[in-house]
């Protein structure tokens, strides 16, 4: 498995091109926008993109999933249909924000498979176990390579940080549940490509995320 992370938006939302090394077929991840900038690069890696992976709702991380979905005819899997609220309309999200559409031609995102807990995602020979850890979105996905301690995190957790909970649907105590309970037991060794920023382990983060660990203790979660 190999993976190529292009920084898109303002935002620098980390969207991830993951593909199987034997078959060369790929995902990609959270297209928050640019997308002239991710079909180059598929172009460059010369991988066969046969999905879409959402992690969450949020507009950042779905700007260009419908034209890449028409572009390339592929279907878009995720994020949990508790997100759905949010991908009905990303203008709501963005009039909160004050900022402006990633795509202008695209007000709405829609999944044409809905992912629950404990369902998994093929990527050639490569296989993904479906989390779902809401408190930063409701519907938040989490994609975990199990033989190769490798995750693709999105927005619940990030190097010395976590994600947002002042958003429609978020919650701190929900999100730090999800981490303690979905994540942290999953063990120190795994590597992680967050939504945002670098990429770091859940090893690390236990040790040194003060979010995560003044959190736990002040308010005992």
């Known amino acids: 498995m190999r993976y190529n992370i ?3 938006t303002p935002f620098h ?3 991830s091109i993951i593909w199987c090394e034997v078959t060369h077929e790929a995902v990609l991840v959270d297209p928050g926008g640019e997308s002239n900038k991710l079909r180059s690069e598929i172009d460059k890696l010369g991988v066969k ?3 879409i992976l959402l992690t969450h709702g949020h507009f950042d991380h779905v700007g260009s999933a419908m034209e890449l979905r028409q572009y390339y005819k592929i279907p878009i899997i995720g994020p949990n249909k508790a997100d759905q609220s ?3 309309d990303l203008s709501v999200q963005c009039r909160m924000l004050d900022v402006d559409l990633p795509n202008s031609s695209t007000t709405a995102v ?3 498979v809905w992912l629950e807990d404990g369902d998994t995602v093929q990527v050639g020979r490569e296989v993904f176990d479906v989390l779902h850890c809401p408190g930063h979105s409701p519907g938040h996905i989490v994609y975990w390579n199990k033989i190769r301690k490798f995750m693709v995190m999105g927005d619940v957790l990030f190097k ?3 994600g947002r909970t002042d958003l429609p649907g978020g919650s701190i105590a929900v999100l730090i549940n999800s981490i303690k309970t979905k994540l942290f037991p999953l063990g120190d060794d795994i590597l992680f490509l ?3 920023g670098s990429s770091s382990t859940l090893g690390y983060e236990r040790l040194n ?3 995560v660990t003044h959190i736990c203790h002040s308010k005992n979660l």
Do not use: E, F, M, T
């Open 110 to 112: 829609i999944p044409d």
């Open 49 to 51: 993109v046969n999905k």
């Open 86 to 88: 949010l991908l009905d």
């Open 6 to 8: 292009i920084p898109v």
């Open 209 to 211: 995320n003060i979010y």
């Open 13 to 15: 939302q980390n969207c």
């Open 194 to 196: 967050p939504g945002h």
């Open 160 to 162: 010395k940080s976590i």
